[in-house]
């Protein structure tokens, strides 16, 4: 199963985000799961630095293409977004997370503890 990782970036430190987003991925790679980390993919970071913001500090259009990109790839190569906490908090992930239920991926939440396994022993 191919996960992509979702949080929230803008407002934060680059390196902690970085950081963040790549023990994650690490984490879900020790699970036996497949990652797609979005501060990976190159092309969305030179068109977010050449494009991104305008003088008067506004989302260009670059930063549009840039998340558009990503809704794109993590629909059509992942079979489940993974939510880092705080997620709520980025418009990206939030669009994010919509596009991943309309497209039926499997959301996973990094404040979620792993369900225990019963071993067909079921309480009453």
Known sequence: ?????????????LG?????FMLAA????????????????RLCEWLAR???TRRDGSRGWGYKACVLMQLLWMSATCDAIYLLKGWHL???????????????????????????KSHGKEKA
């Open 16 to 20: 902690e985000v970085r950081n963040r």
């Open 26 to 41: 690490a984490s879900l790679q020790m699970q036996g799961y497949r990652t797609c980390n979005p501060l990976r993919m």
């Open 50 to 52: 050449k494009f991104g």
């Open 1 to 13: 199963m191919k996960v992509y990782v979702s949080g929230q970036v803008s407002g934060k430190d």
């Open 90 to 116: 980025s418009d990206g992930a939030r669009a994010e997370r919509s596009v991943a239920r309309c497209m039926g991926l499997k959301a996973i939440y990094e404040e979620e503890k792993p369900k225990k």
